[in-house]
Protein backbone atom coordinates (compact mmCIF):
# COMPACT_ATOMS: atom_id res chain seq x y z
CA UNK A 1 0.00 0.00 0.00
CA UNK A 2 2.94 2.35 0.67
CA UNK A 3 3.82 4.43 -2.28
CA UNK A 4 0.89 3.26 -4.26
CA UNK A 5 -1.29 5.68 -6.61
CA UNK A 6 -4.65 4.74 -6.63
CA UNK A 7 -6.86 5.75 -9.71
CA UNK A 8 -10.38 6.08 -7.75
CA UNK A 9 -11.79 6.26 -4.77
CA UNK A 10 -12.52 2.28 -4.46
CA UNK A 11 -9.20 0.71 -5.25
CA UNK A 12 -8.22 3.62 -2.36
CA UNK A 13 -10.83 2.12 0.38
CA UNK A 14 -10.07 -1.70 -0.51
CA UNK A 15 -6.52 -0.79 0.01
CA UNK A 16 -7.51 0.68 3.45
CA UNK A 17 -9.75 -2.38 4.28
CA UNK A 18 -7.39 -4.80 3.34
CA UNK A 19 -4.69 -3.31 5.73
CA UNK A 20 -7.44 -3.07 8.49
CA UNK A 21 -8.40 -6.57 8.20
CA UNK A 22 -4.89 -8.34 7.45
CA UNK A 23 -2.16 -6.07 9.52
CA UNK A 24 -3.79 -4.10 11.67
CA UNK A 25 -6.07 -6.31 13.22
CA UNK A 26 -4.00 -9.75 12.79
CA UNK A 27 -0.37 -9.00 13.35
CA UNK A 28 -0.06 -5.43 15.01
CA UNK A 29 0.13 -6.06 18.62
CA UNK A 30 -2.03 -3.41 20.70
CA UNK A 31 -0.71 -1.92 24.27
CA UNK A 32 -4.50 -1.70 25.45
CA UNK A 33 -4.84 -5.43 24.86
CA UNK A 34 -1.52 -6.55 26.90
CA UNK A 35 0.94 -6.34 23.34
CA UNK A 36 -2.01 -9.15 21.78
CA UNK A 37 -3.27 -8.87 18.50
CA UNK A 38 -7.18 -7.66 18.30
CA UNK A 39 -7.92 -11.40 16.60
CA UNK A 40 -5.94 -12.92 20.02
CA UNK A 41 -7.46 -10.75 22.59
CA UNK A 42 -11.29 -11.51 21.00
CA UNK A 43 -10.36 -14.98 20.96
CA UNK A 44 -9.62 -15.11 24.77
CA UNK A 45 -12.28 -13.06 25.62
CA UNK A 46 -15.26 -15.09 24.48
Given at each position: MAGRLHTNQGQAE????RYLTDYYNHQRPHSYNGYKTPVEAESLAG
Amino acid sequence: MAGRLHTNQGQAEADVLRYLTDYYNHQRPHSYNGYKTPVEAESLAG
